[in-house]
Every structure is written in C-alpha cells, then in structure tokens.
C-alpha cells in the first residue's frame, strides 16, 4: 500500500482498531460545539471514543466510524441528536455543592429579597443536573418560606441532557450523596427507602411540587424562561464554552433576570472581559443593575 493509500484509509477509518478517524472526530467536535456549545479538544478524544461506544451498542452499530456514517452520511443526526449529546454531556453534581453560595442565599439575598414584599420568588437552575443543586436550593428556600410566611418560591430546572432530567423529576439518590446535607435538613426533607439493603433516599413530596423540570439548550437563541427571575444558578458549565459562547449565554441569562436578581456562576468562572448589567458582590456572585 502507498503512503499516499494509507494516509485515504487512516482518515476514512483506523487500521486495525475501532478508533475514530480523524475527519470524523473534526465531524463531531464541530457538531457538538455548534449544537451544545460544548468544547471538544483532541486531548477528549479518548473519552469521546468512550461514550460514543455505549451508544453504539443501543443503536447496534458495530464500529465508531460506522456510527459517524449513520449520522453523517445516512440521515441519522435527526433521530440520533439527542442522544448523542446526552452521552457526551458530563453531568458532576451533589448537594450543598459550593456552599458558600447557599450561605449567601440565607444571610444575604433571600433577607433581602424578603423586604420586596409577599410575591414569589422565582428561581432557575439553568445547569440542574441529575436535581441535586434545585432540591438545595429548595431546602433553603423552603427554611425561608418557614420564616417568612408572607413569601412562597418556584423552581425552574432545565438541562440539555434529557436522562439526567428524568432523573431528576424521580428526587431519588444515592444514600450517600445526602451526607452534605445538614441533619436538621435532612429529617425535614428526605425520605429514606423502606426496604432493607436498599441505599436510596427520595426528596419529600411537598418539595418536589416546588419544581418545574424542562430540557433547555443554552445555546438557543432564545429561551422560553419568564424575564423576572430573582435568582439563576448557571454553575460549572461554562467552563466547557470557549469565551465567545460564555458572552452570549451570560448576555441571555441576565436578560431573564430581574433589577435586583442574583447570578451565581461556578467557582471557577468569571465574567472578566464581558461586559454585561451586572455587579459583582460576593465571590462568583453578581447582582443585576
């Protein structure tokens, strides 16, 4: 074989193993960026490869180049879409994550929020995961609620991926993950599973009733969310946007949100170099003007 040959055969498929081509890893990288805004260096391609395998076998496509031709070439994408992004999102969460922002919420904003009168606070959790940030939130806007009788509150939890969505509308996790909840929290709003051997705990029901669950893709250009949150957690998903596509997100999401409005963003975002209507008061914490 030619070099010439071999360079064709190593861009349309690998020789020898089950790896992604290089034409149809650029293929993807593109596609998921465009779609999901999500970064997918080469240094992923491995982890890619990985997740795109799981798939694989529910659709019963032998190899990953295969799988590319399915979307690319025999007009899969639309059917195969959602599916695809659900496997390559990466979705870390638990409770009480990052708790200074929950400290601010109780000592800061929510005594702040509570002067404005009776109406209900609204709030979003524009990143929520498999629920364990909302069902938080929820717990201290409902010790809140306890000590403000006059005020009620609504969550909204939207994410791109729908399995971790339909996870989370369940309000069942691992028994383990409720460690970082206090135990006064824990007595009033978690349920531990009846059954013997089982290490599962559900969120009590008159919390669940206080969330809204939607899948929502950030990078639309419009999201149909009310224009008078009081509070929005984006946490820990920027960072997997280039900076142009953090600008537009950032500039959407302040739109949604209400004079006065918290924004909490991940310990490890910034907002420098972008300009947008707010003003930062604590760390990662921003206050719209």
Not at 38 to 52: C, F, Q, S, V, W
Not at 122 to 148: D, F, I, Q
Not at 162 to 180: H, K, N, R, S, Y
Not at 242 to 254: A, F
């Amino acid at each position: 074989m030619s070099a010439a040959a071999a360079r064709v055969e190593a861009d349309d498929g690998p020789i020898g193993s089950d790896q992604l081509s290089s034409k149809n890893f650029k293929r993807l990288a593109e596609l998921i960026h465009g779609y999901s805004g999500i970064k997918m260096p080469a240094n992923k391609r491995t982890m890619l490869e990985g997740r795109l395998r799981r798939r694989m076998r529910a659709v019963r496509i032998a190899t990953l180049n295969d799988y590319c031709r399915y979307l690319f070439e025999e007009d899969g994408l639309d059917a195969e879409i959602v599916h695809l992004i659900d496997a390559v999102t990466t979705n870390k969460t638990e409770f009480f994550r990052e708790p200074a922002h929950f400290q601010f919420l109780r000592n800061k904003a929510l005594p702040a929020l509570a002067k404005t009168g009776g109406r209900t606070i609204k709030a979003w959790s524009a990143a929520c995961s498999t629920g364990a940030e909302p069902y938080t939130l929820a717990m201290v806007l409902e010790e809140h609620r306890r000590a403000n009788r006059r005020q009620d509150y609504s969550i909204l939890c939207t994410d791109l991926c729908t399995q971790v969505l339909g996870q989370a509308v369940t309000g069942i996790f691992p028994a383990a993950m409720i460690e970082p909840v206090e135990l006064d929290l824990r007595q009033r709003y978690v349920m531990r599973a009846r059954e013997a051997g089982r290490h599962e705990v559900r969120i009590v029901p008159e919390l669940r009733a206080k969330l809204a669950f939607a899948r929502l893709n950030l990078m639309d250009d419009a999201y149909p969310v009310d224009r008078d949150m009081d509070i929005i957690f984006c946490r820990n998903i920027l960072i997997y946007f280039d900076k142009p596509t953090q600008s537009k997100v950032l500039s959407q999401l302040c739109q949604h949100l209400r004079p006065g409005g918290y924004l909490f963003l991940g310990h490890s975002e910034s907002i420098v170099g972008i300009d947008l209507p707010v003003r930062q008061i604590a760390n990662t914490v921003f206050q719209r003007s």
